[in-house]
């Protein structure tokens, strides 16, 4: 896969990222809500030796003084200063539990050094921070008075007592989320794109052939356009062209196979089979030929939305035999383009797709216009799609580019077949802007 065939796969399979992201954030969100608040204090001591009578011996005492820091740091955090605070705080566990939230430090290249306690509340962090320092500097005390008369030679005395801290270091909430949504966003990704290689689609024409055969046009449509927008020439005219490209290649193949009547399908719903369908027949309307959109889609219904065509007798009441051809035959704005609107669906609509009378009406249409486009049902969301494909002379199937699964083309196009009609070709809709239609 190149980079644009990751990023075809993002756009295809956006809702597993955005997913993906939302999981990771609200998992975030619990665990944060769930982490106990742990709030953090320091504290600093200053470390100097005392009695230095001379220049000499003060700078002899700070070097000796800078020594003895690290290991000051090292009783900070040990076990007798812990069991020292336990006893004067008066806390409930032991000492292991107290060394467990002390670290200390010696500050690089001075005689401070720094004492941090987390605890569970803001007073408790404090109080503990200064505790530590007290009995560190106690201890510091007794050991350096050891054998000695007097002052000890080094003191280690608190510079900076501890303040009660305003907020908790942890949980760490805009961390957390941010994280959070930034791992959902990478796991999300990765599994769009697996799923795009598991489930390889149709991203340009040369796909569509490869899975289905001759691909008679491309349609670069407009984002956001809804299908009459579209079809304006002078909003959106490289869509306007994209059809008038898919009308030559129609015409070519209709007039050297003799189809006249042609089913438009695709594999599922919202692939833009009605707007191709739509856009081919202006098209067609344009250069002087009769058409006719049949809309068979009964149950998303667009064609006579479309061409500003309100609610109107058509396919449904046609062949339940409750209205005429002459009812539900009506004429848009355009010469030579008529549509048969679907109608009010009945329960037994789509099943009489298989019957003669459906049948029948496709061959009474074919009398009166020159061409019979059906904009027909999504072939994996039932059967009824094959069973009318065997009422005309050839199907045309669309897919769209970047989502429509290969393998779903395959399985459309041989169910189709099945029902014994031949497919003329193929159109990718959405297709990838500056190519040209490839054929095969």
Known sequence: MGIGDYFSALRAHWTIVIACAVLAVVAAAAVSALTSPTYVASTRLFVNTTGAATASDAYQGSLFSTGRVASYAELAAGEEVARRVVSSLGLPEGPEAVMSQVEASAVPGSVLLDVTASAGSPTGARDLANSVAEQTSALVRELESAGRQGEPAVSATIADFADMPARPTTP???????????????????????????????????????????????????????ANEMLAVDRHPEAQESFRELRASFLAATTSTGYRTVLLTGPSPGIGTSTTAIGLAVTLAES????????????????????????????????????TMNDVVVPTDLDNLSILASGLERPDTRASFGTPKMVETIKVLRQYFEYVLVDAPAVLSGSDTAVLAASVDAALIVARAGETARRDVTTTADKIRLSGTPIMGSVVNHGPRGRRTRRS
Do not use: C, K, M, Q
């Not at 064609?303 to 007798?313: A, E, K, N, Q, R």
């Open 172 to 226: 760490a909430w805009g961390r957390n989320l941010v994280f959070g949504l930034l791992v959902g966003v990478i796991v999300g990704s990765i599994a769009a794109v697996a799923r795009a290689l598991g489930r390889p689609i149709v991203r340009s024409a040369g796909d569509l052939a490869a899975a289905v055969g001759p691909v008679l046009g491309t349609i670069l449509v407009a984002r956001g356009a809804s």
């Open 288 to 323: 002087s030929r009769s058409v006719v959109v049949v809309d068979a889609n009964v149950r998303g219904a667009t064609v006579h939305t479309t061409f500003g065509v309100g609610p109107t007798p058509g396919l449904a009441e046609y062949l339940s035999g409750t209205a």
